[in-house]
């Protein structure tokens, strides 16, 4: 029997290679998990109501089950209701108002190919998919809904625009109220994402009532952090007049 053994030259070499490739496969999941949380939205235009199949959907106790405990499912346009292990319960504080009138399940963890919903049941997203449905993150739902809401606006709390996509860039102004109008732009890093800033001496609705018509006052670009720490949106809007 021939017994190999490295030599201290390709030892020098091999170890290297091993922790880059652990470094490497580390931060291909940490860029892939970089979003857990989200929103769930229909492929189809939707007009009105939830976005969920008639069918329902399977909920499971954990990912990659093969088993479901139950489903979630319509009792009519506007309210769900889940069914687990026999046991009915009314399902109100998991969906989120995308558009006016419409609503989508959001979800607050995303793993193996299965997303969790507010009631901590997983759905699998091949079902989702079969169902005209797909996952968001929230950055990417914010860019993607950008001309069906009425303008994004900063919570009174305020966001600071900056010059770079990091805290540590110079800061160019606090955005605070909703005469400042935030476009979101294609371009983003992180939890940040370049934006224009609009701010107006009247908000659009007003001219409804006022019959005014609101002009823009100043123009600000820059970069906002638009997803908190705890991966939710920190961004408001107005789904109409």
């Not at 959907?57 to 089950?65: F, G, I, N, V």
């Not at 900063?154 to 005469?179: C, F, N, T």
């Not at 001496?201 to 002009?215: A, F, M």
Request: with cysteine; hydrophobic share 35%; aromatic share 14%.
């Amino acid at each position: 029997m021939i017994l190999y053994s490295f030599k201290p030259t390709e030892n020098i070499m091999v170890k290297p290679f091993i922790y880059f490739s652990i470094f490497f496969l580390f931060c291909q999941n940490v860029i892939a998990d970089e979003f857990r949380k989200g929103v769930i939205i229909s492929t189809k235009l939707e007009n009105c109501c939830i976005y969920i199949p008639s069918s329902g959907l399977k909920l499971y106790k954990e990912p990659l089950s093969t088993t479901n405990v139950g489903e979630i499912y319509m009792v009519n346009d506007y309210k769900l209701e889940s069914i687990i292990n026999g046991k009915t319960n009314t399902f109100e504080k998991g969906v989120f108002e995308v558009m006016n009138d419409v609503y989508s399940l959001f979800y607050i963890n995303k793993r193996n190919g299965f997303v969790q919903l507010s009631n901590n049941y997983w759905v699998s997203i091949d079902e989702l998919q079969n169902n005209n449905l797909t996952t968001q993150s929230w950055l990417d739902y914010a860019i993607s809904k950008g001309e069906d809401v009425l303008g994004w606006y900063a919570p009174s709390s305020g966001l600071v625009l900056r010059e770079a996509p990091s805290k540590d860039s110079k800061q160019i102004a606090v955005i605070k109220g909703d005469l400042w109008e935030i476009t979101l732009s294609n371009q983003k890093k992180g939890s940040w994402c370049k934006v224009t800033i609009n701010e107006y001496n009247l908000h659009p609705c007003s001219s409804y009532e006022e019959n005014t018509e609101p002009k823009i006052i100043n123009t600000l670009t820059g970069w906002i952090k638009v997803i908190t720490d705890d991966q939710e949106l920190c961004l408001w809007s107005y789904k109409g007049c």
